[in-house]
């Protein structure tokens, strides 16, 4: 393994991490499920609502800023209650379906969090001639990524400038 694909995988490893983890609570809950009886809806809600994103704090705790990490952790959350919902039976769960209500609502808080760190992130980037470095740490986006949205905007602007001229 290169030293660039070696330092990603030690930064990142919660990527990898997770579908092995989301393969095996799976197959738990398929094959022994039944016979777990009413623990099942506990043991699944314990790994993907509070394992899960534990590993992900243990991950990028000292790589993320401290906004970025809670909200994507209590997105982990929300997205663990749904997962819960397709793999523990209908007939076992007694918890879930009190929490129906709390899935929908943190979606959707969710999704209006990053609509609005999106636009103000683009602001950033067509307002003014903002580096990568600086939408990355005001959006909370990966510096790759943040490169890309500073390029794409250069690209806009110089569209716009030819567009202009005519």
Same mark, same amino acid.
């Given at each position: 393994m290169t030293s660039k694909g070696g330092a990603w995988l030690r930064s990142n490893w919660f990527v990898v991490a997770v579908p092995p983890l989301l393969l095996i609570e799976w197959l738990v809950a398929r094959n022994i499920g039944g016979e777990m009886g009413p623990y099942l809806e506990t043991v699944v809600l314990f790994d993907l609502c509070l394992f899960m994103p534990a590993l992900y704090i243990a991950c990028y705790w000292r790589s993320v800023a401290l906004k970025?990490?809670?909200?994507?952790?209590?997105?982990?959350?929300?997205?663990?209650?749904?997962?819960?919902?397709?793999?523990?039976?209908?007939?076992?769960?007694?918890?879930?379906?009190?929490?129906?209500?709390? &899935?929908?609502?943190?979606?959707?808080?969710?999704?209006?969090?990053?609509?609005?760190?999106?636009?103000?992130?683009?602001?950033?980037?067509?307002? &003014?001639?903002?580096?990568?470095?600086?939408?990355?740490?005001?959006?909370?986006?990966?510096p790759w990524i943040a490169r890309l949205m500073v390029l794409e905007a250069r690209f806009w602007r110089t569209v716009w400038r030819l567009v202009r001229r005519r």
């Open positions: 970025p990490l809670i909200l994507r952790t209590i997105a982990l959350v929300c997205v663990g209650i749904y997962l819960s919902t397709y793999l523990v039976p209908a007939a076992a769960q007694q918890v879930l379906p009190h929490l129906f209500w709390a &899935r929908i609502a943190g979606l959707i808080v969710l999704a209006l969090v990053e609509l609005r760190l999106l636009v103000m992130a683009v602001r950033m980037i067509y307002g &003014r001639n903002a580096s990568a470095e600086q939408v990355s740490a005001a959006s909370g986006a990966p």
